[in-house]
């Protein structure tokens, strides 16, 4: 992107932001805009401003503990290493000196919980910054929104007049991360914990175990994480080390192990809790698979029983979740001692005997002092109402699951690794307007969870696939219902999605890297400018697409793609403030010129780029689509500037040049096709009478 296009999108993101908040000390500031995501509940600007410069202090009123004051540290230097102001270290005393009182008035919950009182009340004005919270959760995310508010001018950094009065709008607002499809370090875990808290969602939902992978200790039954992990997997100091940095953050971590399904890797080194004999290998493939515990042996329910009790007495948790989902009881079917117990009991189907196995599990977690939570599938009339329902089937599951009396959380809508735009994501609501619940119901509703399944992300991408479309999703399980317009959120999310790399977060700068790599050189110019208007393909489509196993590498130009490539953004809204300037046409016309002309030059420069890449011979095919694309774009303005219509034979090409640029190569799909087609549209209509709408097509 050259330096003038780079300007421009950015002044598009933050120009009223930038116009809102430029104000100087000697002119009251209109209203500024909120750049915080999520939104409060409640912001009130004034028109002062406390100015942040090196005397910057901070001091605590009330309860103060350990992670209260590491959480006010971790502040600091968040604040020095965007300011390069050196600030004192510790804690100052509280006086009439002191730009920010942290004022908690208890410790809340020792073990974090769905039941933590979370609010917080900001007041700045000229002289002080002063952050309540009744616990030191409420402080924590209190500490995220000030680090949010920093603004800056040519007069210094400061922090805005705001009276702020937050809390959330569900208490359960989680993020899982699938470590089994493919392993995650503990490093990358640390860094999306930070990145959760800075979007205040509070349950890591950690998916320990698959068909593709073991990854927990368990000293009782060794063979699980010997044999089921190809050596990957968090040792009992690891877990601690994660629970405890968690909490720290006012981060739940909920375990995932999910059975009886999704169990190849238990089988591995445990072949008799299975269904069919066995032998069984580490699954390396995407999918839904056959192999099952066997829910009719009573050693299976004392191998779950040493198991769970051991995970529970791990994860200090209220709540442990046991999968329960996509069993397509296959092996039952086919295993005669399990149709004959099946008989014997009066068990009549499938359903009811994973019913019957979750009554088991049930007491093995009420033993334990647990409360279960499972995918849809557990919902049956035999298990009691304190068990909690996870949605991965959508809002009506989870109306019918609360009418029933059951608690729920949504992650319908919230499925991250299906490569939707966070438009997609921020529509869907565990409340939605049209809820026909009862308040009482209602209450049932505890929240939601993005879930990053891991069939196609490893450490080094995903990042990129978490963020920042996942506060998108923050700000819909945080802020009130009523907080809804897209391109704001857009706004934020550009805002948000720096602050995000200052605590490490590789969404942003891991795409250059994997593009020099694949390149083998540092200018990556064509290769970059196509990435940036293309996407992977959604949904499950990309295995489909382009085979590979758990054990490929995800190096790849569509694993260097991001979801909402900010390319095609630019380009499809540059598009429309041009064509809404009909019939002058000159709205953002030389950007759109000059952009579409670079894809023309990437295009025909991705040729020699490629010859010397063989990894990227895939995207050949693309390469034709993006000049071609140049093309007719640039002559479809040409036709809107001049008022002439195309002919007929312009018209035909262009047809076949946008229907080929719309297949998807290499898993990869032009986004920018229904941005051209309109200019395309647009320059047909030349003529007609307007606003008849006639089709592009001949
Ligand atoms: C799921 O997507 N099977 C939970």
Redesign the pocket.
Known sequence: MTIKKALVWFVLLTCVAISGNGANAQQPAPTPRIDLVPVPASVKFNPERLTVDASFKVATRGHSDDRLKAAIARFMKRLEGRTVLTLEPGLAVDDQMTQLIVHCDGPGRNVPSVAENESYRIDITRRQAILKAPTVVGAIRGLETLLQLLNADRNGYYLPGVLIEDQPRFPWRGLMIDVARHFQTMETLKRNLDAMAAVKLNVFHWHLTEDQGFRVESKKYPKLHQLGSDGNYFTHEQVKEIIAYARDRGIRVVPEFDIPG?STSWLVGYPELGSAPGPYTIERRPG?FEPALDPTREEVYKFLDGFLSEMAALFPDEYLHI?G??NEGKQWDRNPAIQAYMKEKGIKDNHALQAYFNTRLLKILQKNGKKMIG??EILQPELPKDIVI?S?RGTAALAEAARKGYDGIL?NGY?IDLIQPASHHYASDPLPADSTLTPAEAKHVLGGEA?M?AEWVTPETIDSRIWPRTAAIAERLWSPRTVTDVNDMYRRLAIISLQLEELGLLHKKNQDMMLRRLVRHDDTGPLKTLVSVVEPVKEYRRYQMRPQTMLSPLTGVIDAALPDAEGARRFTWMVKEFLADAPRYQLYRSELIEMLSEWQESGAALGPMIDHSPALKEIKPLTKGLSELGDVGLEAISYLKLGQPPTREWREATTLKLDEAAKPYAALEFMVVPAVKQLVQAATEIGQPRPTSVSSTP
């Open positions: 999704h839904i999968g989902d996509e995918w849809d996870h991965w992650s499925y879930t399944w």
